[in-house]
Nanobody, 127 residues
């Protein structure tokens, strides 16, 4: 059984930083497409960043470029999201997602393409 579990959320002031972690069990992230999504209150779940199964440069959403960095530690089977210069608009529940397939480019940002999901970790950015 595959499980993914996020941690690291919390409350920070604008301009602050957080690092989210996602630990996977039952499946190796080194052979998975692994991504972060988020869902703000009253909004749909949206893509944040992804590391493709095939490797290569990570892909991040335009609204977090230069502020968020996605990375992976295969030895720890853990996915990370380093979030810097946080803004109130970043307030959301952040979800880790993984899929065993090497998703094609057109599906990387589609939450429906991912099979495995965590329960989410809440991030609140407020002064």
């Amino acid at each position: 059984q595959v499980q993914v579990e996020e941690s690291g959320g919390g409350a920070v002031q604008p301009g602050g930083s957080l690092r989210l972690s996602c630990v996977a069990s039952g499946r190796s992230l080194s052979t998975s497409t692994a991504a972060w999504f988020r869902q703000a209150p009253g909004k749909e779940r949206e893509f944040v960043a992804v590391i493709r199964r095939r490797g290569g440069s990570p892909i991040v959403a335009n609204f977090v470029k230069g502020r968020f960095t996605i990375s992976k530690d295969n030895a720890k089977n853990t996915l990370y999201l380093q979030m810097n210069n946080l803004e109130p608009e970043d307030t959301a529940v952040y979800y880790c997602a993984a899929d065993a397939t090497d998703l094609i480019t057109s599906r990387l940002r589609d939450a429906r393409a991912y099979e495995y999901w965590g329960q989410g970790t809440r991030v609140t950015v407020s002064s």
